[in-house]
């Protein structure tokens, strides 16, 4: 049966963490559409073993492949790669930790039949993020958000579980979209030429905390972010309205501080 969907999962020093979320994922999709459906992690020759386990993994039956990538690094760039390299036509992204649930990814695929990105997003009724989540993180979660508001009407544009139908990708110019930093929903969906209407499909999800190695975000990630909304809304704003994003600077600033102050005074 021809391959119709690639779940594509940037990976970095995740061993662990590979043949949960294989398995996990493979029962999820159950039997007819496994047989759609291959998996392709993006290694940053991370030399733990996870090439070997992604090996063990295959000679079991599963449909799973590892890149190993030895020139670049990068959450976005490995993304990209994984999916050029793709043999579907629906493309999920998403973590290797588990933080995305496997289990929703039949919910995302089906989807993308109907839109052209779909996002998975844990602003809706009923599913939100893991208690044990750093407060730090949320802030700077709710800060980015709220600056990268006025570029779509996505409700969580912050991300890293979403898919796309491949054409849209396919027909971006090259070098358009950018493979810095972690932000590549964001950056498709200002990008991509996405139909007029009905083009994005939100799937809730919870977003679980990680049990198995680190995060990888840092302040170098954190810096690129900025840099990429600062191209993003140039790109779609033109260059004239870099006061627009001063503005949410200062905003995002403020909302920071207020944050901190309430989160001081729960202490
Ligand atoms: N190949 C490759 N993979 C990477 C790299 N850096 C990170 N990854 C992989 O990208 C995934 C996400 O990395 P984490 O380090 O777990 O990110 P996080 O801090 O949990 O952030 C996640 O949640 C954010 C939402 O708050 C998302 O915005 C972000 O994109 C990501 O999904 C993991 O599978 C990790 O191995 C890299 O340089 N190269
Ligand atoms: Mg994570």
Not at 78 to 104: I, K, N, T, W
Request: hydrophobic share 45%.
């Amino acid at each position: 049966m021809a391959i119709e969907n690639s779940v594509i999962v940037p990976a970095y020093h995740e061993r662990l963490n590979i043949k949960p979320l294989t398995t996990r994922l493979f029962a999820a999709l159950g039997n007819d559409l496994s047989k759609q459906t291959e998996l392709v992690f993006v290694d940053d020759n991370s030399q733990d073993g996870s090439v070997e386990e992604v090996d063990a993994l295959r000679q079991q039956g599963f449909n799973v492949r590892i890149i190993v990538r030895t020139d670049e690094r990068g959450l976005s760039s490995a993304v990209l790669r994984g999916f050029r390299d793709a043999q579907g036509q629906y493309l999920v992204c998403m973590d290797a930790d588990l933080q995305h649930p496997p289990e929703s990814v039949p919910a995302l695929l089906t989807s993308l039949r109907t839109h052209a990105f779909v996002l998975g997003t844990r602003y809706a009724p009923g599913v939100g993020i893991d208690k044990d989540w750093p407060l730090y993180r949320r802030v700077i979660s709710s800060g980015a958000r709220l600056m990268a508001r006025p570029l779509t009407v996505a409700s969580d544009p912050m991300s890293g579980f979403f898919g796309l139908q491949k054409r849209y990708l396919d027909a971006a110019r090259p070098g358009d979209v950018n493979a810095q930093g972690f932000k590549i929903a964001l950056d498709l969906l200002v990008k991509l030429q996405l139909p007029a209407h009905n083009a994005i499909g939100e799937v809730p999800f919870s977003f679980g905390v990680r049990t198995e190695g680190e995060s990888k975000l840092s302040g170098k990630v954190m810096i690129q972010y900025v840099q990429q909304l600062r191209e993003l809304y140039v790109y779609k704003f033109g260059a004239n309205n870099l006061v627009l994003f001063l503005v949410f600077w200062a905003v995002l600033c403020l909302y920071g501080l207020r944050q901190l102050a309430l989160a001081a005074h729960a202490l």
